[in-house]
């Protein structure tokens, strides 16, 4: 069936450097995407979403860029800060319910 | 406000005893609901979601089962716990084709 896939598990970025998360997906006719922030014993956090007739959106210290031709997702954080240490997870749309499909995370760790 | 509240947020049960998780959504009317369970280490698997009232769809075989007797209350329900079925259970809700929210999770420890 379709997935969503990462292409790196864990990410270690010094306080103050960006970010960036990849994500690949293979459902070519998902037209939603999410990106979402779980720190530990929680439940995930939106943080930023894209629809597929745009190619970046912006939030604050965060950008999501949207690859349709390669099928790849990115979250970019500016200014990595503790606070930001969590699980990441993109998720694309499927489903007439608007289920999501949740690639399996990236562990972004920040250093001091 | 929305709001969504899961609970108990940790249970320890012993396997082959019965299971009932609940959460239940303040703030909106017909929410699409999801149960979801988390491995630890893993990604999010979708077990069940609803689009309305005694309406529920179950994407993994296995033996739990989902109710949603009141518009805004989900329950996830097992009559007997394996040992695989400990985890992290989270609940989500949405509302048309947006994003959406999950509430706190239920750490269970089937012993």
């Known amino acids: 069936g379709e997935s969503v896939g990462l292409h790196l598990p864990t990410l270690s970025v010094q306080e103050g450097d960006n970010s960036i998360i990849n994500c690949a997906y293979s459902?070519?006719?998902?037209?939603?995407f999410i990106w979402y922030k779980q720190e530990s014993g929680k439940g995930p956090q939106f943080i930023i979403d894209?629809?597929?007739?745009?190619d970046k959106r912006q939030g604050q210290r965060v950008t999501v860029l949207l690859n349709k031709t390669v099928k790849h997702l990115s979250l970019q954080i500016a200014a990595t800060q503790p606070g930001d240490s969590a699980v990441y997870f993109c998720?694309?749309?499927?489903?007439?319910?608007?289920?999501?499909?949740f690639g399996s995370g990236t562990q972004l760790t920040v250093l001091p | 406000s929305q709001t969504i509240h899961q609970w108990p947020a940790t249970l320890v049960q012993p396997v082959g005893s019965p299971l009932s998780l609940e959460c239940t959504v303040e703030?909106?009317?017909?929410?699409?609901l999801y149960w979801y369970r988390q491995a630890a280490g893993r990604g999010l698997q979708l077990l069940f979601y609803?689009?309305?009232?005694?309406?529920i769809s179950s994407e993994v075989p296995q033996n739990l089962s989902a109710s949603r007797p009141q518009d805004r209350q989900f329950i996830l329900s097992s009559k007997k716990l394996l040992l695989s079925d400990s985890g992290f259970y989270l609940c989500a809700w949405s509302v048309q084709y947006n994003e959406q929210f999950f509430g706190p999770g239920t750490r269970l420890t089937v012993l």
């Open positions: 998720a694309e749309n499927s489903g007439s319910a608007r289920q999501l499909t």
């Open positions: 894209i629809r597929s007739n745009m």
């Open positions: 459902n070519s006719a998902s037209d939603y």
């Open positions: 609803s689009v309305g009232i005694g309406q």
């Open positions: 703030g909106t009317s017909n929410p699409n």
